[in-house]
């Protein structure tokens, strides 16, 4: 399987600047442009809380706004499904943020990210963001996504989620400890001496 996904350090509110340059998800696909800048502009609003999982009681589960409460209980309980699979637990408090597809690439494009990254994690305020097309149907931007990636909307979820795990666990932005976690996450082993 492709080496893929990244962290993208973004702030979430206006911050003036994150002080690292942040990563764009596509770093490890090879077909993807390597792009880099320092992240200034707010995204387009605050996200809303709408459920939080009975599993793992300190993961957050929110949506940026735009979804109707139905949808973001759907695409959250996709997300839940796809994240139970792997020791979520072990982050501790955590938030897990869905966003709109129509809103994703402005997102990414304002900050020099490349905008077929389908998810990030901005460690140091503990979330990590995933775009819509990976949990609900975006027919257009799963075609734009299945070129890209080479896989099906599932199968991404699942790498993007341990990928971005990788990232969360390890406290890091380094994206072949992040894929070597992903590798790990993939096979059922414990992520132990991984991280460095």
């Not at 490349?114 to 979330?127: C, G, L, N, V, W």
């Amino acid at each position: 399987m492709k080496k893929l996904l990244c962290s993208c350090l973004l702030t979430w509110i206006c911050l003036p600047s994150l002080g690292q340059t942040p990563s764009s998800l596509a770093a490890l696909n090879p077909t993807a442009k390597n792009e880099a800048a320092s992240s200034t502009a707010a995204l387009p609003s605050q996200p809303r809380e709408v459920a939080v999982s009975r599993a793992t009681p300190a993961q957050r589960y929110v949506c940026n706004t735009g979804f109707t409460k139905k949808q973001c209980e759907e695409g959250m309980s996709v997300l839940r499904k796809a994240i139970g699979n792997y020791p979520v637990a072990e982050l501790g408090e955590w938030t897990w943020i869905l966003v709109r597809s129509q809103d994703w690439k402005d997102i990414l494009l304002a900050r020099g990210l490349d905008p077929d990254s389908p998810a990030f994690t901005y460690h140091e305020k503990r979330q990590t963001f995933i775009e819509e097309a990976l949990v609900m149907p975006a027919p257009i931007r799963a075609r734009e996504l299945l070129l890209t990636w080479h896989m099906n909307m599932s199968d991404l979820l699942d790498l993007a989620v341990r990928h971005e795990l990788g990232h969360a666990l390890c406290k890091e932005a380094n994206e072949q400890n992040a894929d070597r976690v992903a590798r790990l996450l993939k096979r059922g082993k414990t992520i132990g001496r991984a991280c460095p």
